[in-house]
DNA sequence: AAATGCGGGAGCG
DNA sequence: CGCTCCCGCATTT
């Protein structure tokens, strides 16, 4: 679609700016969540959309004052790497999860690679013209609207981190046991978390290859407009990426976070539409305004977080298959020769696990399958840094160039059944199996 | 323990 | 002055 087509009304929804006065507020469709907003994006989410209240991101973003209390803005800590970027079975990478917390990544950074024990390293993120990608949230009315974007390979999302976390606290549990027992030494490798689940060969099958599904694997957006207003299916449709947002990559993504911004501010020539993607760019959200709206909506427990039933391990599983998309052929040179992945994902187990920490995004992912339409569409370019560590045959190294993650495998996997990955993954997976 | 959000304050153009 | 980033603090998860 042209953007001619769209009548005033449209192109106010389209060209709106996170900063202008007033947003818009006859948004007809709202956009399903993204996980991985990469390149310059806007979006305009529901007001109810849980993982839009909650600023989530599968990036690892922090906070940044932006002494505007009405629109947060927040940039991305890019990736944990392996110092001496080694390569795990079959050539899959190390790609961590940036703490958070400025105490804990420090903290983080003095632990050891997983699978080599070799120093980890943070890779920052330059997306930006070479300054952390930024986004950008502002509640306002019944919407919550996104700006930003982003260049480097992902890291693992929060909930596989916390996998990892947890598998490795079940580990170490394990191996004092074990040690107990044996006598052997394991213990003292506690510097950094990582060593414990690093000497599981299966968890970083997990980590890299797998999602969670509370982890919304964003990568697996749906973007039809029928996704969108499923907000409670929200999660499912990402991990399983029913939908299939088309990411393009944008030209401006290669401009700096700034420029980019400022250039979408210029050109509404931005399609956006909410299921439909057709010029993805990164964004910045804006419901800060409603925040308190979208408390009372969640007070009312549109997702009741308290419903595990669904099923952990398809969603990870899921997304696999479905990013195929190569990517977005980001032909800008990452300023890193390390391929900044996500970082891998801890969760990799909850697909066994009865659901870790149980916070998984929980919710959502229950959700009907019924709403959701697994296409064959889906999917974005970027994709779950895990999923593109996940290497099933030891040639499928996909290359890290500039920001596109995407992993050649991902073509592989394509036309495969996904029960068939799903068996196989839960099997690799599983450390306990 | 971490993640999140807020806001003071410093540095820079 | 506007913007970005660093840092500490408080609250939530």
Not at 53 to 73: E, F, G, V, Y
Not at 217 to 227: F, M
């Amino acid at each position: 679609m042209e953007p001619e087509d769209f009548d005033s009304e449209e192109k106010e929804v389209l060209s709106w700016d996170i900063n202008d006065m007033k947003l818009p507020q006859n948004v007809k469709k709202t956009d399903w969540f993204q996980e991985w907003p990469d390149s310059y994006e806007k979006h305009i989410y529901s007001s109810e959309d849980r993982n839009a209240q909650r600023h989530l991101s599968s990036w690892a973003m922090r906070n940044t004052n932006n002494h505007n209390s009405r629109i947060l803005k927040k940039s991305c800590l890019g990736v944990v790497v392996c110092s001496r970027d080694c390569s795990a079975e079959e050539g899959r990478k190390i790609y961590l999860r940036p703490a958070i917390c400025d105490k804990a990544r420090q903290k983080q950074q003095r632990k050891r690679c997983p699978n080599c024990d070799g120093p980890l390293k943070l890779i920052p993120c330059r997306g930006h013209g070479g300054f952390p990608v930024t986004n950008f949230w502002r509640h306002d009315g019944r919407f919550i609207f996104f700006q930003g974007e982003h260049d480097h390979p992902k890291p693992e999302t929060k909930l596989e981190a916390e996998a990892r976390r947890a598998m490795k606290r079940a580990q170490t549990a394990s191996s004092s046991v074990s040690l107990k027992l044996k006598g052997s030494p394991e213990t003292k490798s506690l510097p950094g978390e990582t060593q414990s689940w690093g000497s599981l060969p299966l968890t970083w099958s997990i980590q890299e290859g797998i999602q969670l599904p509370g982890s919304y694997g964003g990568r697996l957006i749906a973007n039809t407009p029928q996704q969108k207003s499923l907000n409670d299916s929200l999660f499912f449709s990402k991990s399983y990426c029913l939908g299939g947002t088309t990411d393009l990559v944008d030209p401006a993504s290669t401009l700096g976070p700034t420029k980019l911004y400022e250039k979408c501010k210029l050109s509404s020539s931005w399609i956006y539409n909410s299921g439909d993607l057709l010029h993805p760019v990164s964004g910045v959200f804006s419901d800060y305004d409603d925040r308190q709206t979208w408390n009372k909506n969640t007070a009312l427990g549109r997702n009741s977080l308290n419903d595990n039933r669904c099923p952990n391990y398809p969603f990870a599983l899921t997304s696999w298959p479905y990013d195929l998309s190569p990517s977005q052929n980001s032909s800008e040179p990452f300023s890193q020769q390390i391929p900044v992945e996500p970082p891998a994902a801890e969760s990799s187990c909850h697909p066994l696990w009865p659901n870790p920490g149980g916070d998984l995004y929980e919710e959502k992912v229950h959700v009907d399958f019924n709403s959701c339409y697994p296409s064959t569409t889906c999917h974005s370019r970027q994709e779950d840094p895990f999923l593109l560590t996940y290497t099933p045959h030891p040639h499928h190294q996909y290359s890290l160039t500039g920001k596109s993650s995407e992993w050649d495998f991902n073509e592989e996997m394509r036309g495969m059944g996904l029960d068939h990955y799903n068996n196989e993954m839960l099997l690799n997976l599983c450390p306990l199996r």
